[in-house]
C-alpha cells in the first residue's frame, strides 16, 4: 500500500518554512509522504524524498513592504484560495485520494476552505511560541476602538493577561502592524476558525507551561507540542546559502570565548548602529563570529578582521553547538532561541518585531537565559554586554539555566518524552483520520 500523503503549506519565509521542513521529516520517518506547496517566493526545493508543488504565486513576497504585514496577508489570503482548491484536486487525482491532512501554517488560513471542499481533515502549525499564539487569541477578542482608550492608562499596560503571568497587556504585539482594527480582523480570521483538528507547536511544557494549559483550555481541540523539531532533523532547509568557512575559523579559537551575532534573515541595520557593534565588540576583546549581508565599510571591515569573522549566513545551529561559541546576540526569533536554549548559549537579546520582544522578556525575566539590549546601540554598552555574557559570572549562571533547560528539552524528544508522546498522537490522528 502506497504511504499515506501529507500536505505542508508553510508560510515563505525562512523562520516558518525551517520548522515545517523539520515536521515533515518527522513525519517521514513515521511512514508519510510529504507534499509541501509554495508560491514562487524563497523555495525551498532539495529535500530528499519530498514532492514540491509550486502554485502560481498570487501575491509576490516582494508585496509585504509596501502593504505593510496586514493588508499582504488578507489579500494573500484571497488571492491564494481558488488556486490552492486546485492544486488539491490534482493531488488527490494523482494519489488516489490518498491524502490523510492538510497541515497549513496559520497564517496560510486560506487552506481551510480546500480542506473543507475535500472533506480532508486539517491541522495549524503556529511556528512561534505558545506564548505569541496565546497572544493572537486575546487580541482576536479584543475591540480595538476599547483598547486603545484603556491602554492609555497605565495600569491597564501593566495588569497581567488571564493570569498569565509575566504576560502584560502592553507585551501584546500591536506595534508596526498600521491600523488596529485592520489588524485585530486579521487576528480574528488567523485564530477564530473552528474547523482545524488540531495545533501543532513547536515548543515544549518545559518552557511555556501558563501559556500551554491556556491554549489547551481555551482551543477545545487537540494541541501536539512537538518542540524543539530542530533536535530531530536530519536535512538543512535554508533558503540561504551558508558559508561552512566560520567552523574552522571557530576550530582555532579558545572554549566559550566567541560571541556569535545574528540577528536573522531580514534583519536591516542603520550604518550608524553597525559601526558602534563593530567599535563594541573589538573593544571588548573577544573574538567573534558576524552574520550580516550588508557589505562592511573600509574602516569596519579593517577592525573586524582582526578579532572577528563575517559571513552572509551561517550554519546556526552547527555554529551553537561548537565548545568555542559562549554567547548569541541575537534578535529572538522563535527558531534562534530554541537553537540557543537547546546548546546551553546564553544571549545578548535585541528583538526587532513584538513577537521577538516577547520572547526576549521570556529569555530575560522567566528562563534567565539571557540579557537585554535596549535602546540606541553604542559601543560602550555593546563592550559591557559581550563582557557580562562571556566573562562574568552572570553568564556563567545564565548558562547553567540554559544547560538545565537544555537537558529537559532533549529528554522531551527522547523515547517516551513528551513530545515524542505527543508526535505519537498526531501520527494515530493522522493515520485514523
Not at 96 to 103: E, L, R, S, T, V
Not at 177 to 200: H, K, Q
Not at 310 to 326: C, E, F, N, S
Request: proline residues 4%; aromatic residues 8%.
Amino acid at each position: 500500500m502506497e504511504k499515506r500523503r501529507i500536505i505542508l503549506v508553510p508560510f515563505p519565509a525562512q523562520g516558518h518554512v525551517t520548522p515545517f521542513i523539520q515536521l515533515g521529516q518527522a513525519l517521514s520517518l513515521k511512514g508519510f509522504s510529504t507534499t509541501v506547496v509554495q508560491g514562487g517566493s524563497n523555495q525551498v526545493s532539495h529535500i530528499p524524498g519530498f514532492q514540491f508543488l509550486t502554485i502560481p504565486e498570487t501575491l509576490p513576497l516582494s508585496q509585504l513592504k509596501t502593504l505593510g504585514p496586514v493588508e499582504f496577508l488578507m489579500k494573500l489570503n484571497k488571492t491564494s484560495e481558488a488556486s490552492f482548491k486546485d492544486c488539491i484536486s490534482q493531488l488527490l487525482l494523482q494519489h488516489d485520494n490518498d491524502i490523510a491532512c492538510i497541515i497549513y501554517d496559520e497564517l496560510m488560513y486560506f487552506s481551510e476552505a480546500a480542506a473543507k471542499k475535500f472533506k480532508l481533515p486539517s491541522v495549524i502549525f503556529s511556528t512561534v511560541s505558545a506564548t505569541s499564539r496565546v497572544c493572537g487569541s486575546v487580541l482576536s477578542k479584543l475591540n480595538a476602538e476599547k483598547f486603545l482608550i484603556d491602554m492609555e492608562d497605565h495600569e491597564v499596560q501593566d495588569k497581567v493577561v488571564d493570569d498569565l503571568h509575566p504576560l502584560t497587556y502592553k507585551d501584546l504585539p500591536t506595534s508596526g502592524m498600521g491600523p488596529l482594527d485592520r489588524y485585530l480582523e486579521l487576528c480574528r480570521e488567523i485564530f477564530n476558525r473552528g474547523t482545524a483538528s488540531g495545533v501543532i507547536l513547536n515548543t515544549a511544557s518545559c518552557l511555556e507551561s501558563s501559556s500551554l494549559s491556556w491554549l489547551q483550555q481555551e482551543l477545545g481541540i487537540p494541541v501536539y507540542l512537538l518542540g524543539p523539531l530542530h533536535i530531530t532533523a536530519s536535512t538543512n532547509s535554508s533558503l540561504l546559502e551558508e558559508d561552512i568557512s566560520c567552523i574552522e575559523w571557530l576550530n582555532k579559537q579558545k572554549s566559550r570565548s566567541v560571541i556569535y551575532i545574528s540577528l536573522g534573515s531580514k534583519a536591516h541595520m542603520e550604518a550608524k548602529e553597525v559601526m558602534e557593534m563593530a567599535w563594541g565588540l573589538c573593544h571588548s576583546n573577544q573574538p567573534f563570529l558576524w552574520v550580516i549581508s550588508e557589505s562592511l565599510p573600509e574602516e569596519v571591515s579593517k577592525i573586524v578582521s582582526e578579532k572577528g569573522y563575517i559571513v552572509k549566513w551561517a550554519p546556526q545551529d552547527h555554529v551553537l553547538g561548537h565548545p568555542a561559541v559562549g554567547g548569541f546576540w541575537s534578535h529572538c526569533g522563535w527558531n534562534s532561541t530554541l537553537e540557543s536554549i537547546v546548546e546551553g548559549v546564553p544571549m545578548i537579546c535585541r528583538p526587532f518585531g513584538d513577537e521577538q520582544k516577547l520572547n526576549a522578556k521570556y529569555i530575560e525575566s522567566v528562563w534567565r537565559t539571557g540579557i537585554r539590549l535596549e535602546g540606541e546601540v553604542e559601543r560602550g554598552q555593546v563592550k559591557r554586554m559581550v563582557k557580562r555574557l562571556i566573562m562574568d559570572d552572570e553568564g556563567a549562571d545564565m548558562r547553567d539555566r540554559s544547560i538545565g533547560f537544555r537537558e529537559k528539552l532533549k529528554a522531551s524528544v527522547r523515547v517516551e518524552g513528551s513530545s515524542y508522546n505527543a508526535l505519537d498522537e498526531l501520527v494515530k490522528f493522522l493515520e485514523t483520520s
